[in-house]
């Protein structure tokens, strides 16, 4: 089992900036990747950016140049750095991991609203 608490949410203008951050405990040693993935206001969950446990990343179009993921594995823990934050980044961010045997595990979501 693995579990995962996410923090940094918040309420930002246009423009501004956050730090996500997502910690792992339990078997973390069967984590093979983690990830971002958010649900805007009466849409589906959407990836938003992930990192396998080599450092290989992957991101959304949407986010490409805004957003970037990374990992301090002492720490167990994924931070997402959001900048240059727009209206319709606003939504439920949720952490995820995905084992070695492709289980995947997520966070309870925190919330990030960009508006003036």
């Known amino acids: 089992q693995v579990q995962l608490v996410e923090s940094g949410g918040g309420l930002v203008q246009p423009g501004g900036s956050l730090r996500l951050s997502c910690a792992a405990s339990?078997?973390?040693?069967?984590?093979?990747?983690m990830g971002w993935y958010r649900q805007p206001p009466g849409k589906q969950r959407e990836l938003v950016a992930t990192?396998?446990?080599?450092?290989?990343?992957n991101y959304a179009d949407s986010v490409k140049g805004r957003f970037t993921i990374s990992r301090d594995n002492a720490k167990n823990t994924v931070y997402l750095q959001m900048n240059s934050l727009k209206p319709e980044d606003t939504a439920v961010y949720y952490c995820?991991?995905?084992?070695?045997?492709?289980?995947?595990?997520w966070g309870q979501g925190t919330q990030v609203t960009v508006s003036s």
């Open positions: 990192i396998t446990s080599g450092g290989s990343t």
């Open positions: 339990g078997s973390i040693f069967s984590i093979y990747a």
């Open positions: 995820n991991a995905i084992t070695l045997n492709v289980t995947d595990y």
